[in-house]
């Protein structure tokens, strides 16, 4: 957990924050983590891999053009 400290005011970017943030984003793309909601936790954790597996591949392919 990332603590603002208290000499800021206004809106500042934490840094650990973000990156969560973003990875949450990214996953949010796979429709069936945005709207499907698993009961059991070992296939909801199959999907998040599956969802992150799809990320990551896109990234691969993309940077090999």
Do not use: C, N, Q
């Amino acid at each position: 957990m990332v603590e603002r400290s208290d000499d800021t005011s206004g809106f500042t970017v934490l840094p650990k924050r973000w990156l969560v943030e973003r990875t949450f984003a990214w996953l949010m793309h796979s429709r069936r983590l945005a709207r499907h909601y698993e009961t059991r936790t070992d296939t909801s954790e199959a999907v998040i891999r599956w969802a992150m597996g799809m990320v990551m591949s896109r990234r691969l392919v993309r940077r090999a053009r």
